[in-house]
């Protein structure tokens, strides 16, 4: 059989750690993954009880066993450009180097390992290899998958097998960026009681932010942790000039028990007295539930084991929320080598996650 695969198959009978290293070697930077979307797709479709979907380079597949449970397993295939680290690398102490090694072809790995080793699971099973993760949201071939085909991702409860350090980490947090202005009128700064500086007129808000006492609100077990920052300030158009514009750049990071509206009416609410001429929103994702109080979800975690963190930083689970499917990630990267160099996964986190999965899909 391993004499009939070609430099452009992929042999599913590899265990996790092999089959890692074969999806390192094969380079797919994002924008350049139909190679492997190609060798995806067709190793799936010679898994009888799978169906293949395709959408662009996005693959999806699916098991139609009637069962009373839908779960999505989501990975990306991209990844970001090669650093002089592939091919891949197993070095003695079971530690696989590579670009892709931990963000994420050892979830995607551990993905098509389920796909191909567990044909009755016990809830039906959806599949999602998706492009385009590592570069501007509106390439992100999830989002496009959820706006062509949003039938493709119906479920019940998600995993994305983003590295998360063999952890579930749940929800995630929504980000919302606002530019608030302040106006004045310019003036020569030998004469500034001719003008009026807008640079001054933002000390009400950086003072508003500097008193700020973000929630920690508690949702289904997990703490999250807001923050509401200025990440930016300019103002100024010369040494001798006074300024008649000045702007802040707020990020604000929310918790999943407010939407989109609420996040931002909170926002506009803050500085509402603070002499804000104009306010604009300048980029806004919203936050996913982890749904952790979900059935499938439940076993997922006595399946898995440990404890659930929450998810601070913005992911693909957020598409998963705005569908209706709350989602966690759970992966054997190392979120923290992620598009590093030195980027490596230990192998026995890939078998760890691999395990797991199965042990919850077919208990
Ligand atoms: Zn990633």
Known sequence: MVGAMTESTLDLTLDGPALTARLVDFPSVSGQEKELADAIEAALRTLPHLTVDRHGNNVVARTHLGRAERVVLAGHIDTVPIADNVPSRLDDDGVLWGCGTSDMKSGVAVQLRIAATVPEPNRDLTFVFYDNEEVAAHLNGLGHVAEAHPDWLAGDFAVLLEGSDAEVEGGCQGTLRVFLRTEGE??????????????????????????????????????????????????????????????????????????????????????????????????????????????????????????????????????????????????????????????????????HCEERLRSWLTG
Do not use: Q
């Open 186 to 351: 310019r003036s020569h700064s030998a004469r500034s009681w001719m003008g009026s500086n807008a640079i001054h007129a933002a000390a009400p808000i950086l003072a508003r932010l500097a008193a700020y006492e973000p929630r920690r609100p508690v949702i289904d077990g997990l703490e999250y942790h807001e923050g509401l920052n200025a990440v930016r300030i300019e103002g100024g158009v010369a040494n001798n000039v006074i300024p008649d514009a000045c702007t802040v750049v707020v990020n604000y990071r929310y918790a999943p028990d407010r939407t989109a509206e609420e996040a931002l009416a909170h926002v506009r609410e803050v500085f509402a007295d603070c002499g804000v001429a104009e306010f604009v929103v300048d980029d806004h994702s919203g936050a996913a539930m982890p749904g952790l109080s979900h059935p499938a979800a439940k076993a997922f975690m006595a399946a898995v084991g440990g404890t659930a963190r929450p998810k601070f930083g913005w992911t693909d689970v957020s598409r998963f929320g705005s569908l209706g499917v709350p989602a966690v990630n759970y992966g054997p990267g190392d979120p923290l080598l992620a598009h590093k160099r030195d980027e490596h996964v230990r192998t026995d986190r890939i078998t």
